[in-house]
């Protein structure tokens, strides 16, 4: 198997194989917001078919080209489809896509990558074994297929508390409204003097895969969860509050009817996007979840991968 960028008259098949996947960040319809920028890679087989993928985002810094995860997206939405039966035989299939993917990024002329890789990603041997460091980080899946009420009961105590407050003051509404939403998370980002790409962040917004959530009062949005999927599976992508209107139960509310709002769609799985700082960790333990791991990898040329990571804090 081989690695490389797909080229035009192969997207279409990309997106083919790709739709069938439970990963929504390489589908057309997400990734087409990010305009140039993104990098489609594909996985090839000896007969130079496409048995896999994933996306990325360009960019350069310093003047220095890097190849990371696509912003506001969790992971780099790899896929992978074998045709072999037997586990032994479609592990070493799954070894070979991998192999390919690690002698694509050993080759190119990347300053710094690093990707993140879905929860369905794991088996990173191959990445570790040509020299590309290989991280593991951690997330929260919960199976929406439990009943709502089992849902409920595997929440925390407190957490099920704060649901349980008199809300007839407040308004559920989960019609779709890129304007507010926009609005909501942009501030919350701009007070907590986090830098983000608002024309990106606008396209998102149009994607047909996100799904809105807002808590009203008076007609105001003051609280907000979005989460986007596709298959079987979501994630739960932008939360926000307007502290000036709001209290202590409007975040934990709106992420709650998120949750049951993709359970209702359909979705059986519902991942809370990664959990490694610890106040946010703490936060979505108490959706009774299971601790999932998932791997992170980075690289490049020369010093600069290590001269990123002290950058990038990783």
């Known amino acids: 198997m081989i690695a490389r960028r797909i080229l035009d008259n192969e997207i279409n098949s990309f997106f083919e194989l790709q739709s069938r996947s439970n990963e929504v960040f390489a589908s057309n319809d997400w990734s087409k917001a990010y305009g140039d920028q993104l990098v489609r890679i594909g996985v090839f087989n000896d007969s130079n078919q496409i048995?896999?993928?994933?996306?990325?985002?360009?960019?350069?810094?310093?003047?220095?080209?890097?190849?990371?995860?696509?912003?506001?997206?969790?992971?780099?939405g790899w896929f992978f489809f074998s045709e072999k039966k037997t586990n032994a035989k479609l592990q070493a299939d799954e070894k070979q896509a991998t192999e390919a993917l690690a002698d694509f990024l050993k080759k190119s002329n990347y300053h710094f990558y690093k990707l993140e890789f879905p929860t369905s990603f794991n088996d990173a041997q191959p990445l570790i074994w040509k020299g590309i460091t290989v991280k593991v980080k951690y997330t929260y899946v919960l199976d929406l297929k439990a009943s709502q009420e089992e849902l409920f009961q595997a929440m925390d105590a407190k957490l099920r508390n704060k649901l349980s407050k008199d809300f007839s003051d407040f308004q559920l509404d989960q019609n779709r409204n890129e304007g507010d939403?926009?609005?909501?998370?942009?501030?919350?980002?701009?007070?907590?003097?986090?830098?983000?790409?608002e024309h990106i962040l606008q396209n998102l917004m149009q994607s047909k895969a996100l799904n809105f959530t807002f808590i009203r009062k008076e007609n105001n949005a003051i609280g907000m969860a979005l989460f986007a999927g596709q298959g079987n599976k979501c994630y739960y992508l932008?939360?926000?509050?307007?502290?000036?209107?709001?209290?202590?139960?409007?975040?934990?509310?709106?992420?709650?009817?998120?949750?049951?709002?993709?359970?209702?769609?359909?979705?059986?799985?519902?991942?809370?996007?990664?959990?490694?700082?610890?106040?946010?960790?703490?936060?979505?333990?108490?959706?009774?979840?299971?601790?999932?791991?998932?791997y992170s990898i980075n690289g490049g040329r020369g010093a600069w991968p290590r001269l990123f990571s002290i950058y990038y804090k990783l």
């Open 51 to 76: 048995v896999g993928g994933l996306v990325a985002f360009e960019q350069k810094k310093w003047g220095l080209r890097q190849l990371i995860t696509p912003p506001f997206a969790p992971h780099c």
């Open 181 to 197: 939403a926009f609005q909501l998370f942009a501030a919350t980002m701009k007070r907590s003097n986090v830098k983000i790409d």
């Open 238 to 294: 932008f939360g926000a509050i307007d502290r000036d209107h709001s209290n202590d139960a409007v975040g934990p509310k709106s992420l709650y009817e998120a949750i049951l709002y993709a359970k209702r769609s359909g979705f059986e799985y519902f991942d809370f996007e990664g959990s490694m700082v610890p106040g946010i960790e703490s936060y979505f333990r108490q959706f009774g979840g299971v601790l999932t791991p998932l």
